[in-house]
């Protein structure tokens, strides 16, 4: 159901980000497909079965990558796809929303309120509200890069960490479900901004903790309302879940850059700022990074990283 073009996205080790590092780190990357985020993985499977029962329209909150998802999924099909989203949200994501079809609603909030708009708009309109994480679908998607993980099925992995981006919860519990089925023995550690810890609070309480507001440059995981039944989820299968500072996203997207060559949205550089607070626990150890997403808005990026990688002799 998942069109070819979003499935086995690069696997490798970057041996140019170890010595700053001091582990062995390869990167899944999920950019290299028509819409730069893994999300088409979990639309593509919604938009395959609204077309297989004949419905036609489809809603859906995002900041941005989920809509572009949607749009483009929905587009193949003939769905008539609306996108809610903050007037606020990265501008970039918000010009292919429209590049790819979609209509787009602004709200003048954040996330959240955009959530409650879209479905005002599903009830109203009789149409599908899409919700990232709680419907199981992206969560089934962002599992298959779980299951790529681990391929071949046959050989043992040789990574012993998986640093996933902790956002609304579909990549964390997606691949953490795989790995923890068939590779329980590796380590599934989620990641998210200290600017947007809602989640991350709510697995630490082991009860939903919602924050009066979210401040973070990843605007891609910057929730503050979790959903029970993906905090459930989570519980089953994160090892740990920890915060980073906003001047580490900004230091991983840099390295990211210098080392690997990847421009990237904060949200993707959420597993190498882990890295970087907390050298001494992954020390020695071979890591898994998924470089989520690569949706940024041209003039930021350069205000945080700079226009050019650093010359290195």
């Not at 997606?174 to 998210?192: S, T, W």
């Not at 009860?207 to 519980?235: F, K, M, N, Q, W």
Request: charged share 25%; aromatic share 4%.
């Amino acid at each position: 159901m998942i069109d070819p073009v979003f499935l086995d996205s690069p696997l490798y080790r970057c041996e140019a980000l170890e010595p700053a590092l001091g582990c062995a780190v390869s990167v899944k990357l999920e950019t290299a497909n028509p819409v730069r985020s893994f999300k088409a993985r979990g639309t593509e499977l919604v938009a395959s079965q609204l077309a297989a029962d004949a419905e036609r329209a489809a809603v859906c909150a995002s900041a941005g990558n989920l809509g572009q998802a949607l749009a483009w999924s929905g587009r193949r099909r003939g769905l008539d796809v609306t996108v809610v989203a903050s007037r606020f949200a990265t501008r970039a994501k918000l010009d292919r929303i429209r590049g790819l079809g979609a209509g787009l609603e602004l709200v003048d909030g954040d996330h959240e309120m955009a959530r409650e708009r879209a479905a005002a708009i599903a009830r109203h309109d009789g149409i599908r509200l899409v919700e990232d994480s709680l419907d199981i679908e992206t969560c089934e998607g962002a599992a298959t890069i779980g299951l790529e993980l681990l391929e071949p099925e046959d050989t043992a992995p040789s990574f012993d960490t998986v640093l996933i981006a902790l956002g609304g919860g579909a990549l964390a519990t997606g691949v953490g479900h795989v790995l923890k089925a068939l590779a329980p023995g590796v380590e599934v550690i989620c990641v998210q901004p200290l600017g947007a810890p809602a989640l991350t609070l709510s697995w630490r309480r082991r009860s939903v903790v919602t924050t009066d507001s979210a401040d973070t440059i990843a605007d891609g995981v910057a929730g503050r309302y979790p959903i029970p039944a993906v905090l459930d989820d989570l519980l089953l299968v994160a090892d740990d879940a920890v915060l980073v500072q906003e001047a580490s996203i900004i230091a991983g997207m840099r390295m990211l850059l210098d080392h690997a060559g990847l421009v990237v949205e904060p949200s993707a550089a959420l597993g190498i700022a882990a890295i970087l607070e907390d050298r001494d626990r992954f020390a020695g150890r071979h890591v898994v990074t998924i470089v989520c997403g690569s949706n940024v808005d041209v003039d930021a990026y350069r205000r945080w990283v700079g226009a050019a990688p650093t010359r290195r002799s």
